[in-house]
């Protein structure tokens, strides 16, 4: 009897060591794919995609008392000899949240980040909204992915004579002379709402950013320098994004404030202090 008296805390013992091992061993595991785990809870608040057809659907419908609207108005700025349609005055009601399904496009299709794909963040997103536009962009395979990303920094390079950093003018320049049935707009001083309305409107947004200001954990060390991401959606605390920077940048969740304060034209090198600015898009009227 009492053998078995001694032999029962022992065993109580032994179990408590294992289930602290196993805590301990998860609560590392958990730490060091934290923000993997973070994104995944986020990303359960993302909801289902809809297709620019839908939208327009949606738009139709009557406002709700849950919904809001603001008045947008969009002035491009262009180089192109005719300059592209005026976004008129519009009320837009914002729903509570969307998700655009706009396809995602990584910068380096094939994993290859040598140039230019290292700094095809212009391209991928103007590739992303233009696809999601029912343009003719090929995003079947990572070699098309490649190859259309390419044609594109060909065009720049015929058209602006570069293609390395390219500004907000620069980028609503080609991007405009390269699919002329859209029209690529900038806007300066964007509140979130105004971005909301935009994207409830079945707008992509192309936001330039100080990449670094992002604090994206899968960027490898500090991030680029300069970025760009397509807003496609949002929540009633964030923007889902497609950032092609991150293999896993498809409805990548931003918070509203991340987005604002990382806003910022290149500036010559210095997107921390560049205009707030935005590239809405949209198909011509």
């Known amino acids: 009897m009492a053998r078995k008296t001694k032999a029962f805390p022992m065993r109580t013992r032994i179990l408590v060591a294992i289930l602290l ?35 327009i659907v949606e738009q139709d419908q009557p406002i709700n008392e849950e919904q809001s609207s603001v008045e947008v108005v969009v002035a491009p700025k262009t180089d192109q000899e ?6 008129e005055l519009l009320t837009a009601t914002i729903p509570d949240q969307i998700n655009l399904a706009i396809p995602f496009l990584l910068q ?5 980040w040598a140039l230019p794909y290292q700094e095809a963040c212009e391209e991928a997103s103007v590739l992303m909204a233009a696809a999601f536009l029912g343009e003719d962009v090929n995003l079947s395979t ?31 320049s080609f991007a405009n ?31 330039p950013a100080a990449g670094r200001e992002l ?32 293999g896993r940048g498809a409805e990548y969740v931003y918070s509203y404030e991340t ?23 949209r198909k011509r009227l």
Not at 82 to 87: K, L
Not at 189 to 196: A, G, L, S
Not at 259 to 281: C, F, L, R, S
């Open 108 to 112: 380096a299709p094939t994993s290859n």
């Open 177 to 207: 002379s390269r699919y002329p049935a859209l029209v690529f707009a900038s806007v300066a001083n964007p509140t979130v709402d105004q971005i909301k309305a935009f994207v409830a409107q079945g707008s992509p947004v192309i936001v």
């Open 82 to 87: 005719e300059p592209p349609q005026n976004v």
């Open 215 to 246: 604090h994206n954990p899968f960027f490898s060390r500090e991030g680029p320098l300069y970025h760009m991401v397509v807003i496609r959606g949002y929540t009633t605390s964030s923007f889902i994004t497609n950032d092609p920077g991150v």
């Open 259 to 281: 987005i604002m304060e990382a806003m910022g034209d290149w500036n010559d090198g210095n997107p921390t202090q560049g205009e707030k600015v935005v590239i809405v898009v």
């Open 142 to 172: 990572p070699q098309t992915k490649a190859q259309e990303i390419l044609d594109l920094v060909d065009f720049e390079m015929e058209y602006l004579g570069f293609y390395l950093d390219t500004n907000v003018a620069d980028t609503i």
């Open 21 to 55: 091992v196993v805590l301990l061993a998860g609560g590392l595991v958990l730490y060091q794919h934290r923000y993997t785990v973070a994104q995944m809870i986020l990303s359960l608040t993302v909801p289902e995609a809809m297709d620019f057809e839908e939208v």
